[in-house]
């Protein structure tokens, strides 16, 4: 979904790729292993798209359109694939409890409704007139801001026009910033740190078996009264055992 967020329609990216491998997806299918690297952008260009210069970012349905083939929705095809695996081990007996099947179902519905909502957040702009507005009021309040600093501050004019405007300038493109708060600039969100996070607490998930209820309840360290009582379970365990062989005795 990061990817697709991106305008990133491939499966050939290093944190993707060996974990799609297997499956057969339309972005694979139109993946061109000949084609050419792209050009890296000249420095001036690469700081003009970092500073928001507007004009300098690069088109990001470039790939959509060099391509012959279509790309598909890979996250789409992903939650196909992920359904497909549920079902089989829900037939098949592996995954029994009813509640926990109700579960992993909601979840692939939320992973649903996650991807419409990101999509519906990055395909809604702000609407023209709001941008034709504020550009329109900004640049005219900018030209006619050295006649007003004129009087009190003389030669000043210049490069506190300059400052003002740049401020100003800044604020105006808050705008243009919220519209897509998932790409790569600095003002976006942090979408790899994220997902290496979210990685990395699935990787601490699935790095032990499944536990038992004896291996964490059946111990003697389990102060099961505490702070009443500084003794285990295997302490309690074996005075009930006891009990109930008196009673039996009896």
Known sequence: MKHKLRFEPEYDYRDLRSLIENLDTFAKSAHDPDAPPSKNKHAVK???????VPGAE??????????????GHLPLEILAYLGSYLES???????????MQTVAINSLNIMAETLTGCERVLMTPLPAAYNIAISQI????IMILPFQLYGPLDWITIPGTIVAAYIILGIAAIGREIENPFGNDVNDLDLDRYCNSLAMEIDILISKPPQTLAE??????????????QRGYNSWDNQALTGRQCRARR
């Open 216 to 229: 964490f309840v059946h111990r003697d360290d389990n102060l099961v009264l505490w702070p009443l009582s």
């Open 46 to 52: 690469t700081w003009a798209a970092y500073l928001g």
């Open 58 to 71: 690069d088109n990001p349905m470039k790939s959509h359109k060099r391509s012959n083939k279509p790309h």
């Open 89 to 99: 081990v829900i037939q098949n007996e592996t995954f029994k409890t009813s509640c």
């Open 138 to 141: 900004t640049w005219l309040y």
